[in-house]
């Protein structure tokens, strides 16, 4: 939803022009957009359920066309009755706020506002960025105040305000229409997210790729990964607060939040670090709960892959209730799925020896709970606890053993905060957030055709931790188009990791790192609608300023710049620019430093000698300094006036990323016929050399079954992490979305695509080789485009995903794009009276084709055998089937 109003034709009552425009100037964001101009007395077949007023009245908007303006604290603890049947928008409406206390006032032809009863007054014309509460303006004595809330959005910590960079908004509403079942499915729906990095469909050998060891399946959860950056590079956010770091790689599991408790999810698709510090280099996402929710809800989901496994079972629970002063929600969720075996699919079936598996198997068990109270009107005390266990298994197998691999992951998150509201709209907020994550891995090796089972591993990735922060916002001076707004803040943050091995009792790696930040962030709106300027509707300067001081590294300071300027109402130009930054992980750091021995056939060499070695120099590197980037954006958004539910935006974005830290030497299996890895390669190394290397590190292994033998080394590599010298990101996103009746219901169109383009330069001497569009990194185009329709309680969609081939550098060869359709239909019942229930059923297809990933000639990667497809942008799954059933009281 814009945060920028638009009004229909002006009313041809003068008043209620004006009264309009300013009710709408004062509350842009909680304005429920109207979708289509309506036809007045016209009737319309409506269907919505019983729920929390604010989302019957969003309903409401979209199937009438109907803008309503109201002030949320007037809806936030009420509830609304089902509604079914057809009937005029004004029977409709009168319905809905049936002994809710409240009434509406038509404000002109498609703008009616919402107010309490007996309130006979108008609210006077405020400025469209007003305080909370100010003086009538003379002449007006006897006309009230309308007092506004402010919404927090993603990418900025002005109530209320507006971020210069492209922000990727998914509702709830339409996480139900395309299907998903949780959070990790629906990142992985948007063409800005690379499926690259944790996620569980991530197969064996993907490590090869991008990101090194971070680009694989490491707890079975699901990272978001924005531009292909590494899930380390994009920051993730729980109603705005951060989470505990999962496994080694610095990932934060998104889909351990469950679904039923999600209200939107905003992603800022540029760099942020200048308002939230650390990691959001290639953006930052924010799952935002919902505030309310009166009832109870029970729903059961079952589905399976038509080709065999992933069979799911799915159930789940979610309660809540409102007072006067404050609400509670619950969720619960227990899952568990089948793995996919590679016997179950045609192309890795001859290619993996049994018992090896594609897609891991599960369970899961997540529960979250969420509480707000107001004490008086000055203080509100709030409380988000998240806990949630996960178990996977899977198989990886080579010609002679099979490994039986297990992992449960244990994660928590307890985020409280008070809030007090000072005078002349200020806020004053305290909060913290304690994060733990936890995963034990068991590893257990079997020779094939034999039950005897040797524990070869179990180690615990321990990642905890803490944020404490004050901060305050409030307005400062009025300007031409509102209040001038800042917002500023101070607060520490700390972070643990350690790997422990329970097979020896010893602790592998440990570190820690903690820092103090202090930031500030302004909003000046120097034109809004009602400057009446010529050529300038509104223009809004946005800056930011943040600074971290870490015990590790030292001291980082990242700003940041916006501009928004609308002509007129049917266009909005935004541009930013930045510097963001990102900590180089705990396990980058003290990861220990190993010297391995291994076949020079593991490498890629072809042309030795039998019995030639490779000795690889891996592991942490406590030297490491920041990532360094500066981020520019820009965008244009059409919203024309004329054509009432159409939008589209068309963003650039360009990321110049110093000072990566990544293993240069990503796909060890070809070290030795890459050429850009030379550098980065020693041919014919000495024996003193050799013993350098080996005497530097912390542990020497030999994996060759053969006894050391200098004479037989042919290269030493090395893979450990390190600085390089650049990468560069760029390119295009083009989303748009067209609302319009049709056939007497309604029809979305909607759809996003990427254009991506990035390079790599791993020193100063190499040259740069690209990344988009090379095997295990993100595909150059991306996109997916759908229709929704709804009608009387029934919706169908579908949807088409796009993504385009990718080359494999080992051998110049491109592979094919990959495109698949998905769709849904669902349907809800409710019961038109106050027990407010009501039934709803889906019925959703992924891949509906079964369109098998375009294949490649995998190699062994050491002792394992990989998958023969890049299982980072393409899925194996296939085709997809699932039934939900849910019902509501």
């Not at 796909?667 to 014919?684: G, M």
Request: aromatic content about 8%.
């Amino acid at each position: 939803m814009r945060t920028e109003v638009r009004l229909g034709r002006c009313s041809q009552s003068l008043l209620r022009a004006l009264l309009a425009a300013a009710i709408a100037a004062c509350l842009p964001a909680y304005t429920a957009m109207a979708q289509s101009r309506p036809t007045v007395d016209a009737a319309t077949d409506f269907n919505i359920p019983a729920r929390d007023l604010a989302g019957a009245l969003d309903r409401f908007s979209t199937q009438t066309g109907i803008q309503v303006v109201y002030q949320p604290e007037l809806v936030a603890s009420r509830q609304s009755k089902a509604l079914t049947g057809r009937l005029t928008w004004r029977q409709a409406l009168e319905a809905l706020l049936q002994g809710s206390g409240l009434e509406y006032q038509q404000a002109d032809d498609t703008t009616v506002v919402i107010r309490r009863q007996g309130n006979t007054r108008s609210p006077a014309a405020a400025r469209p960025a007003a305080a909370a509460t100010q003086a009538a303006p003379a002449g007006s004595e006897g006309t009230e105040v309308t007092e506004l809330g402010r919404m927090m959005v993603t990418g900025t910590r002005i109530r209320g305000g507006v971020t210069p960079s492209p922000v990727i908004g998914i509702s709830a509403a339409q996480i139900q229409e395309e299907g998903f079942a949780d959070l990790g499915e629906v990142i992985r729906s948007v063409p800005q997210n690379f499926s690259g990095g944790q996620n569980p469909g991530v197969a064996l050998g993907a490590e090869t790729g991008a990101g090194g060891n971070a680009n694989q399946n490491i707890t079975g959860g699901s990272s978001l990964n924005l531009r292909g950056l590494g899930p380390d590079a994009t920051l993730m956010l729980l109603n705005g607060r951060r989470m505990a770091y999962g496994g080694f790689s610095q990932t934060v599991d998104i889909s351990v939040i469950p679904v039923e408790a999600v209200e939107r999810i905003e992603i800022v698709a540029d760099g942020a670090s200048a308002i939230y510090g650390s990691d959001a280099v290639g953006g930052v996402g924010n799952v935002i709960l919902k505030r309310d929710f009166d009832g109870f809800a029970l729903g059961v989901r079952y589905g399976t892959a038509t080709d065999g496994g992933l069979t799911t079972r799915e159930y789940t629970a979610t309660a809540g209730t409102t007072w006067s002063s404050g609400g509670l929600l619950a969720t619960y969720k227990d899952a568990s799925t089948d793995p996919i075996y590679a016997r179950q699919r045609e192309y890795t079936a001859n290619h993996m020896p049994e018992p090896a598996t594609i897609y891991p198997g599960g369970d899961v068990h997540s529960g979250l709970f969420s509480i707000h109270q107001s004490l008086g009107e000055l203080v509100e005390l709030r409380l988000d606890a998240l806990r949630t266990r996960r178990d996977q298994a899977f198989n990886m197998t080579d010609p002679t053993y099979y490994y039986i691999v297990a992992g449960e992951t244990t994660s928590s998150l307890v985020a409280p905060a008070i809030e007090f509201s000072l005078p002349n709209d200020w806020v004053l907020s305290i909060m913290g957030a304690l994060g733990k994550d936890e995963h034990t891995r068991d590893v257990a090796r079997a020779t094939h055709g034999t039950e005897a089972l040797t524990r070869t591993q179990n180690d615990c990735w321990c990642n905890r931790s803490e944020v404490y922060e004050a901060s305050a916002e409030g307005p400062l001076f009025e300007m031409g188009g509102g209040d001038a707004r800042l917002a500023v803040g101070a607060g520490h943050r700390s972070n643990d990791f350690m790997q422990f091995n329970h097979l020896t009792n010893t602790t592998t790696i440990q570190g820690s790192e903690s820092s103090r930040f202090a930031y500030a962030e302004i909003n000046l709106p120097l034109v809004g609608p009602d400057s009446n300027i010529g050529g300038v509707r509104r223009l809004v300067m946005t800056g930011a300023m943040r600074g971290e001081d870490y015990d590790t590294f030292g001291s980082v300071t990242t700003p940041k710049l916006g501009l928004i300027y609308g002509p007129n109402a049917d266009f909005t130009l935004k541009a930013s620019w930045g510097k963001s930054f990102k900590a180089p992980t705990l396990n980058e750091r003290f990861w220990a430093r190993q010297a391995v021995l291994y076949p020079a056939a593991w490498l890629g060499g072809t042309d030795y000698p039998p019995g030639s070695t490779v000795l690889g120099i891996a592991g942490g590197n406590p030297d490491l300094d920041a990532e360094r980037a500066r981020t520019w954006s820009a965008s244009i958004a059409f919203h024309p006036e004329a054509i009432h539910g159409l939008e589209m935006e068309l963003s650039w974005f360009d990321i110049d990323y110093t000072d990566r830290v990544v293993q240069p030497i990503a796909n060890f299996s070809q070290a030795l016929n890459i050429p850009e890895y030379a550098e980065f390669i020693r041919l014919s190394p000495t024996p003193q050399e050799q013993d350098e290397a080996i005497a530097a590190a912390d542990l020497f292994l030999n994996a060759t079954g053969t006894p050391y033998d200098p004479g037989n080394v042919v290269a030493i590599a090395y893979p450990r992490f390190t600085n390089t010298s650049w990468q560069r990101i760029k390119g295009l996103d083009l989303s748009g979305s067209y609302r319009f009746g049709l056939a007497s219901g309604q029809m979305t169109i909607r759809g996003s695509a990427s254009f991506l383009d990035s390079s790599q330069q791993t020193s100063s001497a190499a040259l740069p080789f690209d990344l988009a569009g090379r095997l295990f990194y993100p595909a150059k185009v991306n996109s997916r485009l759908g229709a929704v329709w709804y009608r009387a309680g029934f919706m169908a969609s579908t949807f088409a995903n796009y993504t385009s081939g990718v080359t494999n550098p080992a051998n110049g060869m491109k592979g094919g794009s990959f495109t698949t359709f998905d769709a849904t239909l669902r349907y809800s019942t409710s019961q038109p009276d106050a027990s407010r229930s009501g039934w709803d059923f889906s019925l959703s297809l992924q891949n509906l084709l079964d369109r098998a990933p375009p294949l490649f000639a995998a190699d062994g990667i050491g002792w394992a055998i990989s998958a023969p497809y890049d299982s980072t942008n393409y899925s194996a799954v296939g085709r997809f089937l699932s039934l939900s059933v849910a019902r509501r009281w």
